[in-house]
């Protein structure tokens, strides 16, 4: 892999970012996984990714949706049809525009989202407490830039305690449109 010049003229090693990245998120699909065991019967991670994104950006179009989740319309729709099966997502007409329908959590759903990221929540704040405060901020700062090159917006406040006040991307605003 190509190595890029950094802001401080070194060089630095995409290939070992690249593995250091792969590494860490084989950790956070097992943490992820182990938060989703109790609804494995009910949600899989890809339909917990779509709660998530709904949670997320609340009431919102199907082709929004499978667009933000990168999957065709009608993959989107079957699992659209999957969690409303499960009580887990509705439909509804949009209100501004009687032709569209928005897919929304229902209260369940809004539980589920909870609950599950509550379990992961704990099982990762348990990691983070093996790390020195230096390095605690060096991975605030790497994510929180790796986040924003990948497009993905912060976790809200609703998921935890406030940001880290030294956390540079803590005063950052994240739009929304449903």
Known sequence: MPEHESPAGAMDDVDAVT???LTASRLLVAVSARSLAEYEDRVTLPQLRMLVVLETRGATKLVTLADLLQVAPSTAMRMVDRLIAAGLADRQTNPE???ETL?????EGRRTVAHVTARRRTEIATI???LTPTQRLALIE???AFNRAGGE???SAADG???HPLDPAADGVVAHDA
């Open 142 to 144: 790497a994510l929180n």
């Open 161 to 163: 305690p406030e940001p």
């Open 153 to 155: 917006p912060p976790a």
């Open 103 to 107: 897919l929304q959590l229902t209260d």
């Open 97 to 99: 525009n009687r032709r």
């Open 128 to 130: 983070v407490e093996r």
């Open 19 to 21: 593995r250091a990245v």
